[in-house]
């Protein structure tokens, strides 16, 4: 059984998560402060965590820093409030693995919690994060993991490998524990401005919704067409 932390100052929000986790099947740690969440997350080492962004005294994003310094491996999904992008994508270029809006809605804290359970999986694996694909009409640069710092140059192989094959189209597929923060997103908008100058037709399928928004304020939907599924990014 999986231990997950929930970290809120509000008793009914804890209360409710514990119900939901609980039937879920995780073992479930609760905090009221990020500060006590710290300390719960340092005796009991849970692979999961969720916090509020917005907290008296240590807030959700401090919380998250520190969990990241104590175990990097950790999947944090953050809570915020609705329309609090700016803290949900300072939240994700912290390594974040999603974020929820309050009042949380199950299939949300559902695709949040899937997500995670890849991401983890796929760190204790020894997959590569980002796999081509060649098919008659289309090649597809699949992203499994996450987009950072780090992923420039297996990105970059792709891209060539994607380019060198002539195909009539680039798909670039989203596997659902996909993630990207600040800095793949410039790695990502590089690329696909290299591509427009070389005039490829890149095309992007597979995001979830709270990345498709935060693809929408970084200004990739101008460079790109995203698509819900990989079948709708070939037809078009």
Do not use: C
């Not at 997959?127 to 990105?155: F, H, P, T, Y």
């Not at 524990?177 to 597979?206: E, Y």
């Amino acid at each position: 059984m999986d231990k997950i932390l929930i970290i809120d100052d509000e008793k009914p929000t804890l209360h409710m998560f514990r119900l939901f986790l609980n039937a879920y099947g995780y073992q479930v740690l609760t905090a009221e402060s990020g500060e006590e969440g710290i300390q719960v997350f340092q005796n009991e080492n849970p692979p999961f965590v969720l916090t509020d962004v917005k907290m008296p005294g240590m807030d959700g994003i401090e919380v998250l820093k520190r969990i990241k310094e104590i175990e990097p491996m950790t999947e944090v999904i953050v809570i915020t409030g609705h329309g609090d992008m700016d803290l949900a994508i300072k939240a994700l270029s912290l390594d974040a693995t999603d974020f929820i809006n309050k009042p949380i809605q199950r299939h949300a804290l559902d695709q949040a919690l899937k997500r995670a359970k890849g991401r983890l999986n796929l760190a204790r694996s020894d997959k590569n994060e980002v796999e081509v694909k060649i098919r008659k009409d289309a090649v597809i640069i699949q992203i499994l993991g996450n987009v950072n710092s780090g992923s420039e140059e297996a990105l970059g192989k792709a891209w060539d490998e994607a380019a060198n094959a002539e195909k009539q189209k680039i798909v670039i597929l989203f596997s659902h524990n996909s993630a990207i923060n600040g800095a793949g997103i410039a790695i990502l908008t590089q690329l696909l401005l290299d591509s427009r100058k070389k005039g490829l037709n890149v095309v992007m399928a597979g995001l979830s919704e709270n990345f498709s928004k935060m693809f929408d304020i970084a200004g990739i939907t101008k460079l790109v067409k995203i698509h819900p599924a990989l079948e709708d990014a070939l037809a078009d």
